[in-house]
């Protein structure tokens, strides 16, 4: 946002700006897959991804937190600050959005002990909706996550004059630098905790791609999503045939099944991703540190 406002406050159409940012950063991710940079992800170390899995574990599960509750979303950006706004959130819950929130935890939490192999997560969510719908506790404050828009995203050509190019293009340098940090440190994070092997040079490929593709359709840069990434590994999801299936059945609501979602209550999107976020925490590689190095603890 803060690189296409100059541009768009000149009075350039937003949509396109941004898929010019989209396009140029696919393209330094692209350039820098074939200069093979993702080699440098090679040089940080095991105790590196241990150590940012375990934050975003603990980020992303606070950010959840207002959804769980029914209460007043964040205002602050930072963990630090939307710690010290917990209190106030809470203050503001609502009872029937808390019982679904804590309800999921406990359920995906259980479940995925007790039956891993399941879909436990799905069968929550279906449930959840179920009972949304039946008790309509809509009337009780519970908040939705709505029925989705239908038909797919149209080809839209990005801003295209040389000026732009050149404003937009140190914003796109830093920002695929970070969107491929992130991507990569999560990438090599799950594969340290699982003990298999990936290419960040083919991770940055991947991500140059998806930037070029979604810059086509007006879209914003993109990254990896380490709770998507949490939830896809507690549903014992293995290979690339997961997320096949993930973009299949985004196309199956896309095509006009988006009223399933209709009464799925946001409070049970929050508890999932809570209840799946802390099991990326590798406690037992934290307790060898500890027994270890304290140094590399630290």
């Known amino acids: 946002a803060a690189a296409i406002a100059p541009i768009v406050l000149a009075g350039s159409e937003p949509a396109r700006v941004a898929g010019l940012l989209s396009v140029l950063i696919g393209v330094v991710c692209l350039i820098g897959a074939a200069l093979r940079l993702g080699r440098l992800a090679q040089l940080v170390s095991r105790t590196v991804f241990i150590g940012y899995l375990a934050g975003v574990a603990v980020s992303v599960t606070v950010s959840q937190l207002p ?14 600050r939307q710690l010290a706004q917990v209190p106030g959130v809470l203050d503001t819950a609502n009872a029937a959005s808390v019982c679904i929130g804590l309800a999921t935890v406990l359920a995906v939490s259980i479940g995925r002990l007790v039956a891993p192999r399941v879909p436990v997560a799905l069968v929550v969510l279906a449930i959840a909706a179920l009972a949304s719908w039946r008790l309509d506790l809509g009337a009780h404050g519970v908040q939705f ?72 359709f007006g ?66 590689a934290i307790r060898q540190l500890l027994r270890g190095r304290r140094s590399e603890l630290l």
């Open 67 to 80: 959804k769980i509750v029914g209460g007043d979303a964040f205002t602050a950006d930072t963990l630090v």
């Open 219 to 284: 879209g914003i840069p993109l990254s990896a999503s380490s709770a998507r990434t949490a939830v896809a590994e507690s549903s014992q999801a293995r290979s690339q045939v997961a997320p096949m299936i993930s973009a299949l059945a985004i196309c199956v609501l896309l095509l006009g099944a988006g009223g399933l979602v209709r009464w799925v209550p946001q409070p049970a999107l929050g508890g999932i991703i809570a209840a799946v976020m802390f099991s990326i925490i590798d406690v037992s």
């Open 145 to 216: 996550v709505g029925a989705l828009p239908s038909g797919f995203p149209q080809l839209l050509l990005p801003a295209h004059h040389l000026s732009d190019v050149l404003a937009l293009l140190p914003a796109a340098c830093a920002i695929a630098l970070v969107g491929f940090a992130d991507t990569t440190v999560v990438s090599q994070g799950f594969a340290a905790r699982n003990g298999y092997r990936v290419s960040s040079t083919r991770d940055l490929a991947a991500l140059g791609a998806a930037d070029v593709a979604s810059g086509f």
